[in-house]
């Protein structure tokens, strides 16, 4: 068996330190936000190269925040893709704003910068560039956009820890960015978990007290709130994880080349990567018109996979009452249809992956000669 993720693999390579992180939380019961949750949110602020990290409970509640503070709300347009997980437009919609959709360059999945300018009305009011599959954006373009026309930028980051632009962290380059710590992520909690970072106090202050029922000291609520803090427990866990983060994402890249290298000449499509960009894989993709007998030709074998994402957000019934139509964002859908995630973590080994190569290949091959 030849899995998609393998969490129970990284936990065993740091089971002391962890089951030490979480005795630690049970002896001095800060079970809520605390010194570790501090701790971490120094560490990792230092990590994105960002000034101030807030943690909360979940990545799309980093999302959700990080749009509160910039006062984004009823009567406001945020620029986003329609090719991500469908919390990136969730968030929008919680706060009362409107989602519109700029569709994806096709090479990389991501945002096309270049068509972002066309979507700009007067009630825009801030861009969100999801960092796909742990590719950044063109963070020099969004920014540059954002500038001219006074915008937001909120990144998300919720796959992409420690990727890179132009040799910049996400998570410092936008004006706040959202990273997810869902234990599947590049650095997972055990249970949920997500941060907001950001290089301006004020948006820090902002998401702080509203991660806390909006009080500036206890009690004295100054704004309406929430309850989305941080567990002591994850915080404590996510310390000790992120101490291992880069080794991680050192091995996810290596596994990458190894994929491309066996892949080399076989037909099968790799990952395009852009040269200003550090990619951290949190997705190995490739795709294909046959998506589901490949699935479950590797499913027999032994091999999982994923599909990230099965369905454009414009084309789900939750957000049909965007009102847009069926081939508004071609390169999304095709995307959507024919996407394939191949296993991916730090722990996958080379003969893992030659026998991932082989059944692809060979795939690729018998629909190759079958057209
Ligand atoms: C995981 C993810 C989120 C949401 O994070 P949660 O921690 O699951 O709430 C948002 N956006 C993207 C692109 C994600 O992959």
């Known amino acids: ?66 749009l509160l ?12 893709t329609p090719f991500t997980f469908v919390a990136s437009v969730a968030a929008i919609w919680y706060t009362g704003a409107k989602p519109v959709f700029v569709d994806i360059d096709p090479a990389t999945y991501l945002i096309d910068p270049a068509k972002i300018e066309a979507a ?23 920014m540059s956009i954002a500038k001219k026309h006074g915008l937001v930028v909120i990144e998300d980051a919720c796959q992409a820890h420690g990727a890179e632009w132009n040799g910049k962290r996400v998570g410092g380059i936008g004006d706040m960015a959202a990273f997810s710590f869902y234990p599947g992520k590049n650095l997972g909690a055990y249970g949920e978990g997500g941060a907001t970072t950001t290089n301006d106090a004020e948006y820090a202050r902002k998401i702080r007290m509203l991660r806390d029922w909006g009080a500036e000291k206890k009690y004295m609520h100054v704004l309406k709130g929430y309850n989305m803090r941080l567990e002591g427990m994850q915080g404590a866990i996510l310390r000790v994880k992120l101490k ?39 997705i190995y993709s490739t795709r294909t018109r046959g998506r589901q007998a490949w699935q479950d030709a590797l499913s027999a074998k032994g091999i999982q996979t994923g599909i990230h994402y099965p369905i454009a957000i414009h ?11 069926v081939g508004e964002f071609p390169h999304a859908e095709k995307a959507a249809a024919e996407q394939l995630s191949l ?3 730090p722990e996958l080994t080379a003969s893992m ?11 690729h091959k018998t629909a190759e000669l079958a057209a």
């Open 120 to 142: 700009i009305t007067p009630r825009t009011k801030a861009i969100l560039p999801v960092h796909l599959y742990g590719q950044a954006c063109d963070m020099d373009a969004i």
């Open 1 to 66: 068996m030849i899995p998609f993720v393998d969490l129970k693999a990284q936990y065993l390579s740091i089971k002391p330190e962890i089951d030490a992180a979480i005795q630690h939380i049970l002896d001095n019961t800060q079970f809520i936000l605390g010194a570790e949750v501090a701790a971490f949110e120094n560490e990792f602020a230092a990590y994105c190269g960002a000034d101030h990290c807030m943690g909360v409970n979940n990545g799309t509640s980093a999302l959700h925040l990080a």
């Open 244 to 282: 291992y983060l880069e080794q991680w994402t050192e091995a996810r890249r290596a596994a990458a080349r190894r994929y491309d290298e066996m892949f080399a000449g076989s037909g099968v499509p790799t990952p395009f990567v852009q040269p200003q960009a550090r990619h951290v894989y949190h």
């Open 343 to 345: 296993p991916m973590y």
């Open 69 to 80: 503070a910039a006062d984004i709300g009823a009567g406001d347009e945020v620029i986003t």
């Open 315 to 325: 084309r789900l019934p939750a957000y049909e009452d965007l009102g847009y139509k």
């Open 353 to 363: 992956q030659e026998q991932v190569v082989a059944a692809v290949a060979d795939l």
